[in-house]
């Protein structure tokens, strides 16, 4: 998500409360990459490699972790399709920062994904630009597509069905990047209309569609679950799709722990989102499913050792494979990570 979207702002996280509620690491020894965080330095926004060591330092065996598009650190000069390059520049110099050893063994944006405005008539060199940047570790593009009118307009309203964007998506594609897609669940329609035009495509779904539960879906939660379930099980067709399993803490859930007096435990996010989770889980298969922390964005929720906890929890009933696959390796495929 953007650092400073239109409409409606990101609340922030809250140390404080946070600090209420300590959990030691469930099963330490599991591997994991956290293939969806983000890094900024805005006002009141300051989320940068000291900020996430600290997050990535409370437990888990956090091994590397994928930089996704908040359209930070874009370069103040130059032509507006090329400023984006700005971000890959900064995200790459944090990683070389943490693949140096000085900072413990995690290495921190491990992949990079980039903005890149794939309408633009430039689109092939700016992606040529964007993995000269990333020194090997650019991964593909996040074009946000994300809107609604209970959340914020962020994007053009039908953008993954605009012609110009499907020229500039099937460039992403010839070239052997992957795509994030960032939507809320109204959207989900789209996105199974752009995968009909290009199944072969290497997309994953972030935040399990991104499910809205304010405005005028709230107290409508059953009815919400059965039109996001259906959306979602066209999706899951299409073999090379995988989706991010998080960004449950967000605001716009409706779940509002951020509002609470105390921050949840792992167990209160279990009995929270188990369904959630495990729905999407069985519908697409551990092998296409990523555990996500969309930190600091659902830090408003909980502490980075309280989420993995949670997921740890939430995931137990399955084989030690389907795990593995859960919290590394299905993002170590989708990614190319070799950690």
């Known amino acids: 998500m953007s650092a400073t979207p239109p409409g409606r702002p990101n609340p922030s996280p809250n140390p404080e409360w946070l600090s209420r509620r300590i959990e030691a690491a469930v099963e330490p020894e599991l ?34 972790t994928v930089l996704v598009e908040a359209r930070s650190m874009f370069r103040a000069y130059g032509p507006e399709d090329m400023k984006c390059v700005g971000e890959v520049e900064f995200a790459n110099g944090i990683a070389a920062m943490a693949a140096s ?30 993995d000269r940047a990333g020194g090997g570790r650019f991964k593909g593009v996040r074009h946000n597509a994300a809107q609604d009118e209970d959340v914020r307009k962020a ?30 669940h109204p959207q989900i329609p789209d996105l199974v209309d752009l995968m009909r035009a290009f199944p072969e495509a290497r997309v ?24 996001w379930k259906r959306d979602l099980a066209e999706l899951a067709a299409f073999p090379n799709l995988t989706v991010k399993v998080g960004g449950l803490g967000m605001f716009f859930t409706g779940w509002g722990f951020h509002e609470r007096p105390e921050p949840p435990s792992s167990d209160d996010l279990v ?3 188990s369904d959630t989770v495990r729905t999407v ?13 969309n930190f600091p964005v659902d830090k408003i929720t909980s502490s980075y050792a309280v989420l993995w906890n949670a997921f740890k929890k939430m995931s137990m009933s399955y084989s030690a494979g389907e795990r593995r696959d859960l919290f590394h390796d299905t993002a170590a495929r989708f990614y190319d990570l070799h950690v």
């Open 31 to 64: 591997a994991i990459i956290d293939p969806h965080h983000h890094l900024w330095d805005v006002v009141h926004k300051r989320y940068l490699l000291d900020e996430i060591l600290e997050d990535v330092r409370s437990g888990h065996d956090i091994r590397a």
């Open 101 to 130: 050893g000085l900072y413990g063994p995690t290495r921190v944006c491990a992949g990079i994904v980039s903005h890149a405005d794939l309408r633009g008539e430039r689109i092939a060199e700016v992606l040529d630009a964007l």
């Open 155 to 184: 994007a053009p309203a039908g953008l993954l069905r605009d012609p110009e964007f499907r020229r500039g998506f099937k460039i992403l594609q010839d070239k052997g990047h992957r795509f994030d897609a960032w939507l809320y």
């Open 204 to 227: 994953t779904l972030n935040h399990i569609g991104g499910r809205v539960g304010i405005g005028r879906f709230a107290g409508r939660e059953a009815e919400t679950f059965v039109a």
């Open 271 to 273: 009995s929270a989102w």
């Open 281 to 293: 889980i069985d519908m697409f298969g551990p092998s296409r499913c990523m555990f996500e922390s």
